[in-house]
T-cell receptor, first 113, second 113 residues
Framework: DQQVKQNSPSLSVQEGRISILNCDYTNSMFDYFLWYKKYPAEGPTFLISISSIKDKNEDGRFTVFLNKSAKHLSLHIVPSQPGDSAVYFCAASARGSQGNLIFGKGTKLSVKP | DTGVSQDPRHKITKRGQNVTFRCDPISEHNRLYWYRQTLGQGPEFLTYFQNEAQLEKSRLLSDRFSAERPKGSFSTLEIQRTEQGDSAMYLC???????????FGPGTRLTVL
């Protein structure tokens, strides 16, 4: 039973345009959400996070939106650059847990020049 | 470099052999996590330490797996009597207590022949 779902295995975007990566979750106890970027043969790199008390968090070109009623979050990258091409993972941790993260299966983003 | 480091980066072994991996977390981080990632999946939680105490273990962590963090600094993950199904990327992450963001190392790629 997947608690964190990334339903799009891949996404292709033109350089300079917006990339929107989506993530759905089922566990209402999740209260902290993170996005990681991963290149092949490397560990995940932290990008941005959001607490459940907020609905938006911005860091440079990256913005995460959280819709608690829909149990949905999204990562917006504007403008997209070829160096953004990687696999993006959505992760969540639950209130009362010891902080272990539950990950989605990832979305492979390709940004074409 | 003050990030999380893991050693070795790659390990090839024959079925039935024992292997041990090492993780050095970010120096001031008191929480250390182990995850496993297989092809097409997100990282899956295995176990975590707060200082030297192992506080949680996933049901994925069979009896053949053991982890230690003897002095609350580096950690080791040992797999005894390896099986082909143990082939995966083993990831280590660290964080501070009370801070949800985990920072990952580059991982150890295990191949069991």
């Amino acid at each position: 039973d997947q608690q964190v779902k990334q339903n799009s295995p891949s996404l292709s975007v033109q350089e300079g345009r917006i990339s929107i990566l989506n993530c759905d979750y089922t566990n209402s106890m999740f209260d902290y959400f993170l996005w990681y970027k991963k290149y092949p043969a490397e560990g995940p790199t932290f990008l941005i996070s959001i607490s459940s008390i907020k609905d938006k968090n911005e860091d440079g070109r990256f913005t995460v939106f959280l819709n608690k009623s829909a149990k949905h979050l999204s990562l917006h990258i504007v403008p997209s650059q070829p160096g953004d091409s990687a696999v993006y993972f959505c992760a969540a941790s639950a209130r009362g847990s010891q902080g272990n993260l539950i990950f989605g299966k990832g979305t492979k983003l390709s940004v074409k020049p | 470099d003050t990030g999380v480091s893991q050693d070795p980066r790659h390990k090839i072994t024959k079925r039935g052999q024992n292997v041990t991996f090492r993780c050095d977390p970010i120096s001031e981080h008191n929480r250390l996590y182990w995850y496993r990632q297989t092809l097409g999946q997100g990282p899956e939680f295995l176990t975590y330490f707060q200082n030297e105490a192992q506080l949680e273990k996933s049901r994925l962590l069979s009896d053949r797996f053991s982890a230690e963090r003897p002095k609350g600094s580096f950690s080791t993950l040992e797999i005894q009597r390896t099986e082909q199904g143990d082939s995966a990327m083993y990831l280590c992450a660290s964080s501070l207590v009370g801070v949800g963001t985990q920072y990952f190392g580059p991982g150890t790629r295990l191949t069991v022949l």
